[in-house]
């Protein structure tokens, strides 16, 4: 929380704040729109994400999804 953005992400330096968001921007500016949905843990228990992207004009059939895909998995730490 006190940070402004991460500064290093897997040994690359971050030299501002949109450069670690790149992995999403290209969504926003397609004006695209995206949803990010849970996509499991690692091996330590860290949690892991999806974007789904949509095409413009598609927000509704990007929300039904990341619903559905959500109502199919189940998320919790440890679950088979």
């Known amino acids: 929380a006190e940070w ?14 949109h450069r670690w968001l790149e992995v999403c921007s290209y969504a926003t500016l397609g004006a695209c729109p995206a949803a990010a949905v849970p996509a499991g843990f690692d091996g330590r228990g860290l949690a892991m994400g999806l974007q789904l992207i949509a095409p413009p004009r598609a927000d509704l059939a990007v929300l039904r999804a990341a619903l559905r895909y959500e109502e199919l998995m189940d998320w919790q730490p440890g679950a088979a």
């Open 4 to 17: 402004h953005w991460p500064k290093e992400i897997a040994g690359r330096t971050m030299d501002s704040y």
